[in-house]
């Protein structure tokens, strides 16, 4: 009987799609982050200017225990792709600034980061957890979104079919 119910449930939970051909891709929201160096980015300034480069947006939480594994990875990719065009963007939430920025100092990340102080970036991008990673390409679409640490595999793999 045991084996029955796993083929039963087995056939009734979505495979995994790798390029997520169920669904076309969607439009990232356009936003505006104050960056903790002083500046702001802002992606639809980004995307207009900076025509075919991908982005990364990096949702995570000082507080966070996956965000603090990721945080290397994430820096280690940044600098193996940066003189590809890519651009990696943290956006910490549900959290404060001086703790956002310790973590940012502590994990020596160097992309522009900042903290959404008023939830609007959580919100319209549908955030439910930490981290998020959004993988948006060139055109402003968001090709891939992965819910939890992310690996460096996981990072190039995605990036390499965007460039």
């Not at 280690?76 to 939430?93: C, F, H, N, P």
Request: glycine share 8%.
């Amino acid at each position: 009987m045991l084996p029955l119910l796993f083929v039963v449930v087995a056939l009734l939970l979505p495979g995994c799609d790798e390029n997520g051909a169920d669904a076309p891709p969607q439009p990232a929201a356009d936003f505006t982050l104050e960056l903790f160096s002083g500046e702001s980015f802002q992606l639809s300034q980004h995307l207009s200017q900076n025509g075919g480069r991908p982005l990364v947006v990096n949702i995570f939480a000082s507080w966070c225990i996956p965000c603090k594994a990721e945080a290397p990875v994430l820096e280690k990719v940044y600098q193996e792709y940066r003189q590809r065009g890519v651009l990696v963007i943290g956006v910490a939430v549900q959290d404060t600034e001086s703790a956002a920025r310790e973590f940012v100092a502590e994990h020596g990340i160097t992309f522009p980061t900042g903290l959404d102080a008023d939830g609007s970036i959580k919100k319209s991008y549908s955030v439910y957890g930490v981290p998020q990673t959004f993988f948006i390409d060139s055109d402003g679409l968001i090709r891939y979104v992965h819910v939890g640490g992310v690996t460096e595999e996981l990072l190039i793999h995605e990036l390499d079919k965007m460039l």
